[in-house]
């Protein structure tokens, strides 16, 4: 019978844990992946069987701009909030024009780091956290090293 294999890891989640859903920035995150996938290709590499592998099982994914809106929540030393604020860098030449697009009022980014309580609702800020949920889950499935 044909089948696929689901290996299991333990690395950090957003928003310290708060969501099931790895913070697949953080450099931790590829070191286990890389560890498990060669664990697993040990044993099912060769087998005609096996078509597949998944990481985890029920990841919450949430709505298009959930996994920007978990980040933006993060706390500052979360690796998916330091990622969100440089992705946002490229995006906005200063906080006084995310202000503007976002509605907010950030001091400086280092201020947009360490807020873990903003929900922003413009249609700006809505597409720029779309982007960054899509660019999170584009990470979670590059393809590793060890495959």
Known sequence: TPYTATFWYSSPNLK???MKFPDVFDPEFAKIIDQRISEWLKDTHDDPWCI??????EMEWGGDDAL???????PAKQAAKQKLVSFLKERYPDTAALNAAWGTSF???DAL???TKSKPNTDKAQKDL???TGMTADTTCLPWRAA
């Open 130 to 132: 779309v982007d960054f």
């Open 68 to 74: 920007g809106r978990n980040s933006l929540l993060s």
């Open 107 to 109: 001091a400086d980014w």
């Open 16 to 18: 310290d844990g708060k």
């Open 52 to 57: 597949g592998y998944f990481i985890d099982n």
């Open 113 to 115: 780091a360490a807020d």
